[in-house]
């Protein structure tokens, strides 16, 4: 059995053939994995590595089980105890099922035999609550990402993978073909992570003309250039405390790629015109429609920021991969158009579903979009039919 499977037993007794007897007994079991400690201190100092339960004797030199049991209560809710010990005062064994204790065992000629059998309880707790938590972070909480359509395994897959890595501070890459959606995964993980209530600065790196992007990522101050005649924060400042999301990073010319690599790597940045640098508490998720790869090999995309890039992957796969998501997708876009222009709610007939099932998509939802806007518009009557629904030429 692995060690991480095993629970974790921390056993606090200054009698050490107490201590032999009780790991002898426990470790026949293969359940566990025991840490014995002789005194209170040792073991105070290794709380902090979260075992999953202790066994305490209540008589211990310079200390008692109460005061071990407010410290372990104060560490971790989560840390079971089991008070082992001579003392048979009632009062004693009162107060430490009071603070928490979840049995309290009479040392002697049973009390090994006890200890085991009570620890078996606990572990099948245990078991079943690990269980629980991995099946709870197997389901999906779909109702977070109500903006993106869609059921098919390849659109659930996705959302996991969201779910996955919203709360981190990882940089994750989003690939996929242009208009699957990249920017709506981008902006799915900034409004489910810590971050949410900070901006959300997307930019399209692919769109700016090489010699302003450097202004337009860092800013500038006044004076900086003919023409800066005021001082202006850049998209990376923007975004300070939140995420920025860079869009077509595959069009990032080289020398601009070394300058995000520092960035990367340092979290500063400095506006042009000035030497002083800005620290940065920001989120990068980044997108592309390219082959980075390919990109390298070419010569076109520095490898180490390929690598870096690497973080954490999401591959938006196409539409004409997702099944019934066309469908779903058709009649989620008829909707808002149809709410859009105030006009009833209209529907496809059953050639036009036939058509949008076999249509290849190159142009993905965006094409889907308005395709569908459009029939709406040219449809007269509550029927959307075949003449309505006109696909651009592929290219
Ligand atoms: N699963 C989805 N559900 C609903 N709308 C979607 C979905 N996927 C994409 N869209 C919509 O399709 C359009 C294109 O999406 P988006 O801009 O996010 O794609 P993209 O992959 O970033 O495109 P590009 O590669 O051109 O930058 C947007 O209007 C977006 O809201």
Not at 156 to 185: A, C, D, H, N, W
Not at 275 to 286: G, M, Q, S, V
Request: charged share 30%; aromatic share 6%.
């Amino acid at each position: 059995m692995e060690k991480r499977n095993r629970t974790q037993v921390f056993i606090v007794d200054d009698d050490p053939i107490t201590l032999q007897l009780s790991r002898y007994r426990l470790e026949k079991e293969q359940a566990y994995e025991v840490t014995t400690f002789t005194n209170a201190e040792d073991f105070l100092m290794r709380l902090e590595d979260n075992p999953d339960i202790v066994v305490l004797d209540y008589r211990l030199p310079n200390t008692n089980g109460l005061e071990i049991l407010r410290k372990i209560n104060a560490a971790s809710e989560h840390i079971s105890c089991v008070v082992m010990s001579g003392q048979e005062s009632a009062e004693v064994v009162v107060e430490a099922y009071k603070h928490g204790a979840k049995n309290y065992i009479i040392k002697g000629e049973q009390a090994f035999d006890e200890l085991a059998a009570c620890l078996q309880q606990l572990n099948t707790q245990y078991k079943l609550r690990r269980d629980l938590d991995r099946l709870r972070e197997q389901v999906l909480d779909r109702e977070r990402y109500w903006r993106i359509v869609g059921e098919s395994p390849a659109t659930l897959q996705v959302l996991r993978l969201i779910q996955k890595v919203e709360r981190t501070e990882l940089l994750v890459l989003i690939t996929g073909e242009s208009g699957t959606g990249k920017e709506l995964v981008a902006r799915a993980i900034h409004y489910n992570s810590p971050r949410k209530r900070k901006p959300f600065v997307a930019i399209n790196v692919g769109a700016i003309p090489e010699d302003l992007i450097e202004n337009e990522l860092f800013g500038h101050e006044k004076g900086a250039f003919t023409g800066a005649l005021s001082r202006r924060i850049g998209k990376f400042e923007e975004a300070n405390g939140g995420t920025i999301f860079l869009d077509e990073i595959g069009e990032m010319d080289l020398a601009m790629q070394t300058k995000l690599l520092r960035i990367l790597q340092e979290r500063v940045v400095t506006r042009l015109g000035s030497n002083k640098e800005i620290k940065l508490d920001i989120r990068i998720l980044a997108a592309t429609n390219r082959n980075l790869a390919e990109l390298v090999r070419q010569g076109k995309f520095r490898e180490d920021l390929y690598y870096r890039l690497q973080g954490f992957l999401i591959h938006l796969p196409a539409l004409r991969e997702r099944d019934n998501d066309v469908i779903m997708l058709a009649k989620h876009f008829v909707k808002t158009a149809c709410e859009k222009a105030g006009i009833p709610l209209k529907s496809f007939t059953p050639d036009v579903v036939r058509q949008m099932m076999q249509h290849p998509w190159p142009g993905n939802i965006r094409e889907l979009q308005s395709v569908v806007e459009r029939a709406v518009l040219l449809s007269d009557g509550p029927k959307i039919t075949e003449e309505d629904l006109i696909f651009a030429p592929v290219v």
